[in-house]
């Protein structure tokens, strides 16, 4: 029988044995971590220390995803029945979306960030084996997670929270992080299919996101929150807006580089056109997504590995409205960049800390959620 130090931490054999339990959600810290990297890299306010602060951070979450790898892959290996329950669980079942990201995530910080520490050449053939990787990956999750929802699962009217965008918003990821790609291919008709094929992705995500938020909208309005650990993925829906807005952004930066000029001017407003009109919605769900999390907290939110969800959503807010300064020239934006960056750092420092400690006592590596429906309720403000 495994036992415990008696400080509370997991003793060695209990860590070995809860590495059976280790799920897709783990991604999120890579995710989150990388989010930290490349935001910081292209935030348009120059900080002393920024930059070496990006590349340190940078190389923590590509370590962490070759960790995470190994171990998910070892786990597969040794624990295949539970790995395949991880895909039978409504719950968990979601989060295999976060793998993907989480590998086009580190493969945009290899041109952003690592080519200041590797060769310029291997960071982008870096790129593209994560970015390939992490689409193929990415199309799979968004089209075959949703298949099972319509087929297989039992989906109560109460059952929609953010986590049933992680499936669908990989490809929204590979579109802003392949336009960092499309200037290292070779001007011609491949190029250009990039170009065409990144916006396909980015449509196939936002509309798919924007169905699933209009559910989770009907939800929290009809039924209310979980008011359990799973209320910070509400903070999810700030991925696909945020996302979007920097996929435009970049898109309609290089356009010009494998379309005629009329059609790069044309994606090059877009990213104007679109990306303010979704900046303002997104400020208004990150005001409701903190006032809910808030409401949560005080009456005892226990922290979990959705807390992750506070990073990497909003990391896209800050390179989306990073690319709304790039566009505009907007002194406001700028300065809104810098606001949210400080917010994204300070979440991420407090949930990496948690994680960890978590970790050493093996609080993380328990049994996954039940299969069972989560139920939402309303809880007064008192």
Not at 151 to 165: I, K, S
Not at 263 to 292: D, E, K, Q, R
Not at 338 to 344: N, W
Request: charged share 10%.
């Amino acid at each position: 029988m495994a036992t415990a130090h008696p400080d509370g931490a997991a003793s060695p054999q209990t860590r070995v044995e809860v590495l059976g339990n280790i799920g897709p959600n783990w991604f999120a810290s890579v995710m989150g971590t990388g989010i930290v990297a490349t935001a910081g890299a292209t935030l348009p306010v120059h900080v002393p220390g920024l930059r070496a602060f990006a590349e340190v951070v940078w190389v923590v979450a590509t370590v962490l995803l070759a960790v995470l790898l190994v171990v998910v892959g070892g786990h597969w290996l040794r624990h295949p029945t539970v790995a395949r329950s991880h895909a039978r669980n409504p719950q968990m079942v979601h989060f295999y979306g976060a793998a993907p990201m989480a590998l086009t995530t580190v493969g945009a910080g290899a041109v952003l960030v690592g080519k200041d520490l590797i060769d310029a050449r291997i960071a982008v053939d870096l790129d593209w084996v994560l970015w390939t990787a992490g689409t193929v990956g990415g199309l799979f999750t968004a089209v075959s997670i949703p298949f099972l929802m319509f087929t297989q699962y039992v989906v109560e009217p109460d059952a929609a929270f953010g986590g049933w965008l992680m499936p669908v918003v990989p490809p929204m990821v590979s579109a802003a992080t392949g336009a960092l790609l499309l200037p290292h291919l070779a001007d011609g008709a491949g190029r250009q299919t990039m170009l065409y094929g990144c916006y396909a992705m980015f449509g196939l995500s936002l509309v798919a996101s924007l169905n699933i938020i209009a559910m989770i909208w009907s939800r929290l309005t009809l039924y209310g929150t979980s008011g359990t650990a799973r209320v910070p993925t509400l903070w999810i829906v700030l991925g696909p807006l945020g996302q979007s807005i920097t996929a435009a952004g970049l898109l309609g930066t290089v356009a010009a580089l494998a379309v005629d000029h009329d059609t790069a001017g044309s994606m090059n407003a877009f990213a104007i056109l679109y990306g303010v009109p979704v900046w303002g919605f997104a400020v208004l769900w990150m005001a409701l997504a903190t006032a809910l999390t808030v409401h949560t907290l005080r009456r005892g939110m226990p922290f979990a590995l959705t807390w992750w969800s506070l990073t990497f959503p909003v990391g896209t807010f800050v390179t989306g409205t990073t690319q709304l300064a790039a566009h505009t020239h907007l002194p406001a934006f700028k300065v809104a960049a810098a606001i949210a960056y400080v917010g994204l750092l300070f979440t991420w420092l407090l949930v990496a800390v948690r994680t960890a400690r978590g970790s050493v006592r093996g609080n993380l590596m328990k049994v996954p959620p039940s299969a069972a429906p989560i139920k939402s309720r309303k809880n007064p403000v008192v």
